[in-house]
DNA sequence: TATTGACATAGACCACACTTTAAGTGCTAT
DNA sequence: ATAGCACTTAAAGTGTGGTCTATGTCAATA
């Protein structure tokens, strides 16, 4: 699979893609005789992965980490599981957070339609 | 209230609060006869809001917006309720991203816990 | 009175995550 | 065969949102 392919499968620029293999995030992807990537399932695989945790805010350092690990092997799993442990609990609270907010929006915009607003913001 | 309090009381640094009133988000802040801030309790209600959609993510480009049609009066509630409701779209759209991205996270863990891991990631 | 410490300003600097640029290579279609 | 396009690289540039530095003022305390 090309990487135009690829970036569009997954909704990303191919740069993101080659920005990404450039940190180590994935691949090394293999290239043909003229030097052109050629993403394996494997590949793809990572990417989606990697994706899917940075839409939900997951850093590039943290991604970093957890796929250097994977590399090292079986011996890194526990320290992989606690890891993803970790960032489980900061996704939990980022979406607390995040529907206290909406549930503050929602009120406020109830004020708008009923035309309740206060001289405040 | 002092900036410092204020701080305090929201979690934020002074430099923070400065910045938001340099870029227009928040006051400008009375001063008292030798410079210093004294935050009002309108200021403290503004700051709260704001503090609250930008841990939600929303950004300062967006708040600003805001914040400016509300300082123009009456005439902008209408588009400022719209602005507020496409705000709250995204923020909805945004936790279903982060949901679904811990409910894979959450299915890793157990795959790691049950020792089930494949060889992808 | 001298020093300390919180506050002030303007502007420089930083981290993060891309994104763009410059310069070049190689397949494909006219 | 030559134009055009997609690909390649390394390195510089960008946008967002702060954060830090240098320099200075002021009020209160030793």
């Given at each position: 699979m090309t990487i135009k392919?690829?970036?569009?499968?997954?909704?990303m620029t191919n740069d993101t893609l080659r920005y990404y293999e450039k940190i180590g995030l994935i691949g090394p992807v293999k290239k043909n005789s003229s030097g052109i990537r050629d993403y394996s399932k494997n590949d793809l695989k990572r990417i989606e992965?990697?994706?899917?945790?940075r839409s939900?805010?997951?850093?590039?350092e943290v991604?970093?980490?957890?796929?250097?690990?994977?590399?090292?092997?079986?011996s890194t799993k526990d320290i992989?599981?606690?890891?993803?442990?970790?960032?489980?609990?900061?996704l939990e609270e980022k979406i607390k957070t995040m529907t206290e907010a909406l549930d503050k929006l929602k009120y406020k915009?109830?004020?708008y339609k009923t035309d309740k607003l206060d001289k405040y913001l």
């Amino acid at each position: 699979m090309t990487i135009k392919e690829v970036a569009e499968k997954f909704d990303m620029t191919n740069d993101t893609l080659r920005y990404y293999e450039k940190i180590g995030l994935i691949g090394p992807v293999k290239k043909n005789s003229s030097g052109i990537r050629d993403y394996s399932k494997n590949d793809l695989k990572r990417i989606e992965f990697i994706k899917c945790m940075r839409s939900a805010g997951i850093s590039i350092e943290v991604l970093k980490k957890y796929v250097d690990l994977y590399d090292k092997g079986e011996s890194t799993k526990d320290i992989r599981q606690q890891l993803l442990e970790k960032e489980k609990e900061k996704l939990e609270e980022k979406i607390k957070t995040m529907t206290e907010a909406l549930d503050k929006l929602k009120y406020k915009i109830e004020l708008y339609k009923t035309d309740k607003l206060d001289k405040y913001l």
